[in-house]
């Protein structure tokens, strides 16, 4: 079944330093979207991706779409303690109208102050 | 708007008990979805519905789960004979359909823990 790796699964950083995770499906996907979680919480949507090479920001992230369409990327600038939690990213299963999201492993990011 | 709430938010019973915990979505939002999540892993796909129809179900669920959503609106999950497998924390979303970015709502879950 459609699968999706993330990596790294673990990334520890200080404060300022950039961040990056990695999305890589084997199957070309309709899209992806991403999500975070922070430590107890739940997932709560970023960013949807649903076009070849498409890049997006949102203030100091930074999300692409490959040209495949087989794998995504998140890249934090200057990373803060706010952005701790785990990231994960989400294709849609098989066709997009059923909304069923498949779910990475995550990376899960500690920023040190 | 409430957002999706999820009850209980915890829940601890012994091995062999049935349990049952409600989902009540995003008031317009006409998907609802069921999603278990172990410690280091992301969430997993259970079952959802579209109104109150169940569409799809996860081949990865036993027959001891079963998911409701009688009048379109709030959502249950029943285990029957919970196991110490079980264990795990148990995600509901809502999203409406139709929309161009078909946003996912998840709910705080409920932990539940078999002893």
């Known amino acids: 079944g459609q699968q999706v790796m993330q990596i790294p699964q673990y990334q520890h950083v200080q404060e300022g330093e950039d961040f990056t995770t990695y999305c890589n499906s084997s199957?070309?996907?309709?899209?992806i979207q991403w999500y975070k979680q922070r430590p107890g919480g739940h997932p709560v949507f970023l960013i949807q991706?649903?076009?070849?090479?498409e890049v997006k920001k949102q203030k100091r992230l930074t999300f692409q779409f490959g040209e495949a369409k087989k794998n995504s990327s998140l890249h934090i600038t200057a990373t803060q303690t706010t952005d701790v939690g785990t990231y994960f990213c989400?294709?849609?299963?098989?066709?997009?109208?059923?909304?069923?999201?498949?779910f990475g492993q995550g990376t899960t990011l500690q920023v040190k102050p | 708007d409430t957002g999706v709430s999820q009850d209980p938010r915890h829940k601890i019973t012994k091995r062999g008990q049935n349990v049952t915990f409600r989902c009540d979505p995003i008031?317009?939002?006409?998907?609802l979805y069921w999603y278990r999540q172990t410690l280091g892993q992301g969430p997993e796909f259970l079952t959802y519905?579209?109104?109150?129809?169940?569409?799809?179900k996860s081949r990865l669920l036993s027959d001891r789960f079963s998911a409701e959503r009688p009048k379109g609106s709030f959502s249950t999950l029943e285990i029957q004979r919970t196991e110490q497998g079980d264990s795990a924390m148990y995600l509901c979303?809502?999203?409406?359909?139709?929309?161009?970015?078909?946003?996912?709502?998840f709910g705080p879950g409920t932990r539940l823990l078999v002893l």
């Open positions: 519905f579209q109104n109150e129809a169940q569409l799809e």
């Open positions: 991706l649903v076009k070849s090479g």
């Open positions: 979303a809502s999203s409406l359909a139709g929309t161009v970015t078909e946003t996912q709502y």
């Open positions: 199957t070309t996907l309709s899209n």
């Open positions: 989400a294709p849609l299963h098989g066709s997009s109208n059923t909304g069923k999201l498949i």
């Open positions: 008031s317009e939002h006409n998907r």
